[in-house]
């Protein structure tokens, strides 16, 4: 007996790895300033409705490493209730390679649906 | 069931048990961030749910500690800190690695950072030593709380700067941030909560000693240096200018022409010999400010 609903998260965090980069870039690309994580979130909330693609807290994780290869930068303030925020920004290398991605993904966006369709 | 945010943390804590402890220092960091601020707009948006529902809501969208230490997990598995470089399953020859040296990124950076541990210990040290004569002399004051709370958290502020130079520089992977108070302390509680912190104590060596250990790092780079160069130039200098390679009262000794070759070679073999040592005290002392400045 195959545990579908195991394979199915299993299937899920895969695609999720590459996708939350591309997203976040997106996100971070499109937005008028900086923006923190829970910002992120809400707002990724608002595009996926009922259907959460991945927990919040697996954001974090990429948002670092994106910063890790230079893709965003941060920095923190203080806020007005709570601990500090870290603040994330897109950088030109981020820019760039957002263009770069974006093609990837409509390359493998029109491969996958016609791989899917059999046309 | 968690009750509170704390208790997340300490779960998510024992989850990352044997990770990289700045992983492990930003995951606590980002979810207590993450929690909190959930947290208020949730009880802004619907304040007629518990604190604990409210709790309950937040960790369900933000992640189990299990699933949020598997994703950092995951991430750190993919990622490798700066400068790491993947080492090579071959042996090189011992010439080779030898001279590999100088396309080590690790090995400049350490020189870099020897020779600006000079300025840098002198601004740590004379920040500490005033920082803790005056907590300690202004003390008798009420205000003196105050003061003693600002140098903490000065303190915790060069130290994340500190471990952003020696991740830039050294390669070993530091806290991206330092950790944060509460929200609704008293400052005395901070103060307590800072003198009861074995780091705040570790940092406060760490700065106190990088005076002497950056004093010892300027000056050996700098004699390595002088004296490769030195020897190296020697035999230039002496053709030119009549300037002798050694001299003692009135006799003066020059090199004759056929040990060029030789002084050249034994300047450049100090030189990489200098990298090389740098690059040790690099890692060396990358080790030591790991243990000295990140929170476990």
């Given at each position: 007996?195959?545990?579908?609903?195991?394979?199915?998260?299993?299937?899920?965090?895969?695609?999720?790895?590459?996708?939350?980069?591309?997203?976040?870039?997106?996100?971070?690309?499109?937005?008028?300033?900086?923006?923190?994580?829970?910002?992120?979130?809400?707002?990724?909330?608002?595009y996926s409705g009922d259907a959460a693609f991945m927990k919040q807290g697996a954001l974090y994780p990429v948002?670092?490493?994106?910063?890790?290869?230079?893709?965003?930068?941060?920095?923190?303030?203080?806020?007005?209730?709570?601990?500090?925020?870290?603040?994330?920004?897109?950088?030109?290398?981020?820019?760039?390679?957002?263009?770069?991605?974006?093609?990837?993904?409509?390359?493998?966006?029109?491969?996958?649906?016609?791989?899917?369709?059999?046309? | 069931?968690?009750?509170?945010?704390?208790?997340?943390?300490?779960?998510?804590?024992?989850?990352?048990?044997?990770?990289?402890?700045?992983?492990?220092?930003?995951?606590?960091?980002?979810?207590?961030?993450?929690?909190?601020?959930?947290?208020?707009?949730?009880?802004?948006?619907?304040?007629?749910?518990?604190?604990?529902?409210?709790?309950?809501?937040?960790?369900?969208?933000?992640?189990?500690?299990?699933?949020?230490?598997?994703?950092?997990?995951?991430?750190?598995?993919?990622?490798?800190?700066?400068?790491?470089?993947?080492?090579?399953?071959?042996?090189?020859?011992?010439?080779?690695?030898?001279?590999?040296?100088?396309?080590?990124?690790?090995?400049?950076?350490?020189?870099?950072?020897?020779?600006?541990?000079?300025?840098?210990?002198?601004?740590?040290?004379?920040?500490?030593?005033?920082?803790?004569?005056?907590?300690?002399?202004?003390?008798?004051?009420?205000?003196?709380?105050?003061?003693?709370?600002?140098?903490?958290?000065?303190?915790?502020?060069?130290?994340?700067?500190?471990?952003?130079?020696?991740?830039?520089?050294?390669?070993?992977?530091?806290?991206?941030?330092?950790?944060?108070?509460?929200?609704?302390?008293t400052w005395f509680e901070r103060l307590k909560t800072?003198?009861?912190?074995?780091?705040?104590?570790?940092?406060?060596?760490?700065?106190?000693?990088?005076?002497?250990?950056?004093?010892?790092?300027?000056?050996?780079?700098?004699?390595?240096?002088?004296?490769?160069?030195?020897?190296?130039?020697?035999?230039?200098?002496?053709?030119?200018?009549?300037?002798?390679?050694?001299?003692?009262?009135?006799?003066?000794?020059?090199?004759?022409?056929?040990?060029?070759?030789?002084?050249?070679?034994?300047?450049?073999?100090?030189?990489?010999?200098?990298?090389?040592?740098?690059?040790?005290?690099?890692?060396?002392?990358?080790?030591?400010?790991?243990?000295?400045?990140?929170?476990?």
């Amino acid at each position: 007996m195959v545990d579908s609903s195991a394979l199915t998260k299993k299937f899920q965090k895969e695609m999720n790895a590459g996708i939350a980069s591309l997203v976040l870039l997106s996100v971070l690309d499109k937005s008028h300033g900086p923006m923190y994580g829970y910002q992120i979130a809400r707002l990724l909330e608002d595009y996926s409705g009922d259907a959460a693609f991945m927990k919040q807290g697996a954001l974090y994780p990429v948002l670092h490493s994106l910063e890790g290869s230079g893709l965003l930068e941060s920095k923190v303030e203080p806020s007005v209730s709570g601990p500090p925020r870290r603040y994330y920004e897109i950088t030109p290398a981020g820019r760039e390679t957002l263009v770069v991605w974006l093609g990837v993904w409509k390359q493998m966006k029109s491969f996958v649906d016609r791989a899917v369709k059999g046309a | 069931m968690i009750h509170s945010i704390e208790e997340y943390l300490d779960v998510l804590k024992a989850e990352l048990q044997g990770s990289d402890s700045a992983t492990i220092q930003d995951a606590l960091a980002d979810a207590e961030e993450h929690l909190r601020a959930a947290l208020a707009s949730l009880r802004e948006n619907q304040p007629e749910t518990s604190e604990e529902e409210a709790l309950a809501q937040a960790i369900e969208q933000y992640g189990s500690p299990e699933e949020t230490a598997s994703a950092y997990k995951e991430v750190e598995r993919r990622t490798s800190p700066a400068l790491v470089r993947e080492t090579s399953a071959q042996q090189s020859s011992m010439l080779k690695r030898f001279l590999g040296v100088y396309d080590d990124p690790k090995a400049w950076g350490a020189l870099l950072y020897m020779l600006i541990s000079l300025v840098t210990g002198i601004v740590y040290f004379t920040w500490v030593v005033t920082g803790l004569s005056l907590s300690v002399s202004l003390a008798i004051f009420i205000f003196g709380l105050l003061f003693a709370v600002f140098f903490a958290v000065s303190l915790r502020g060069l130290a994340l700067l500190e471990g952003r130079i020696v991740e830039g520089l050294l390669g070993v992977r530091m806290p991206r941030r330092s950790l944060f108070f509460q929200k609704g302390t008293t400052w005395f509680e901070r103060l307590k909560t800072n003198l009861t912190d074995r780091h705040i104590w570790l940092t406060l060596i760490y700065f106190f000693l990088q005076l002497p250990l950056g004093v010892i790092y300027f000056t050996l780079i700098v004699t390595l240096f002088s004296l490769s160069i030195g020897l190296m130039a020697a035999p230039l200098v002496q053709s030119i200018t009549d300037f002798p390679v050694m001299s003692f009262g009135v006799a003066r000794y020059y090199a004759p022409l056929w040990s060029t070759p030789l002084f050249l070679l034994a300047g450049f073999l100090i030189w990489t010999l200098t990298m090389h040592l740098g690059k040790f005290i690099g890692q060396l002392h990358g080790t030591y400010a790991k243990t000295f400045l990140v929170t476990e």
